[in-house]
Nanobody, 119 residues
């Protein structure tokens, strides 16, 4: 099982980045996908998640209107389009896959990609 994030980097405030996470080794379309982030010295927080069929999408308040999560089940990939980036968006961004079956949960994490917003 692998989740491989890409697309991170250094961007100026107000700029944009698109993160990608490509999955392998499991049935991607059966999993809810999420993006988390962890800033230096802070706890990991949920940024956005998207249901298996893209019907339900949620965002943390601080990114609403700026970030867009999407997925392509044919490509086993989830995306995070980040616009109007702010210095406080600086963090390592992690891809997460979750499937809940009854009382059992299966979770996979990527290794993360660093996003730095700075002038």
């Amino acid at each position: 099982v692998q989740l491989v994030e890409s697309g991170g980097g250094l961007v100026q405030p107000g700029g944009s980045l698109r993160l990608s996470c490509t999955a392998s080794g499991f049935t991607f379309s059966n999993y809810r996908m999420s993006w988390y982030r962890q800033a230096p010295g802070k706890e990991r927080e949920l940024v956005a998640n998207i249901s298996r069929g893209s019907y339900t999408i949620n965002y943390v308040d601080s990114v609403k209107g700026r970030f867009t999560i999407s997925r392509d089940n044919a490509k086993n990939t989830v995306y995070l389009q980040m616009n109007s980036l702010k210095p406080e968006d600086t963090a390592v961004y992690y891809c997460h896959a979750e499937r809940i079956t009854g009382l059992r949960g299966t979770h996979y994490w990527g290794k993360g990609t660093l996003v730095t917003v700075s002038s």
